[in-house]
Nanobody, 125 residues
Framework: QLQLVESGGGLVQPGGSLRLSCAAS????????IGWFRQAPGKEREGVSC????????YYADSVKGRFTISRDGAKNTVYLQLNSLKPEDTAVYYC??????????????????WGQGTQVTVSS
């Protein structure tokens, strides 16, 4: 059974950092693209980053470019999202999701087949 489990969220002050993890079971990342999304209260789910399973290409939304970094560890079957220089507007539930192969139109949540349960990130002083 294919499963994604996020972890690493928490409360952090503005300017701080967190590292989110997305651990997969039931499949290997080699054939899947993994996207990270976030959803704040009252807002739509927003795609923030994606990493391709085929070639490791990475993609970032303009709102996080230069602050967030996506990476993967094949041995651990885990994808990470490093969050630096956090701002209060980054507060949201963060989800990882899987789809086959590539990150084309990665910000469209309808293109993903599998989702994790989410992890809360709160940026506040």
């Amino acid at each position: 059974q294919l499963q994604l489990v996020e972890s690493g969220g928490g409360l952090v002050q503005p300017g701080g950092s967190l590292r989110l993890s997305c651990a997969a079971s039931g499949f290997t990342f080699d054939y899947y693209a993994i996207g990270w999304f976030r959803q704040a209260p009252g807002k739509e789910r927003e795609g923030v980053s994606c990493i391709s399973g085929i070639d490791g290409s990475t993609y970032y939304a303009d709102s996080v470019k230069g602050r967030f970094t996506i990476s993967r560890d094949g041995a651990k079957n885990t994808v990470y999202l490093q969050l630096n220089s956090l701002k209060p507007e980054d507060t949201a539930v963060y989800y990882c999701a899987a789809r086959t192969h590539y990150c084309s139109a990665y910000r469209n949540p309808e293109l993903y087949d599998y989702w994790g349960q989410g992890t809360q990130v709160t940026v506040s002083s």
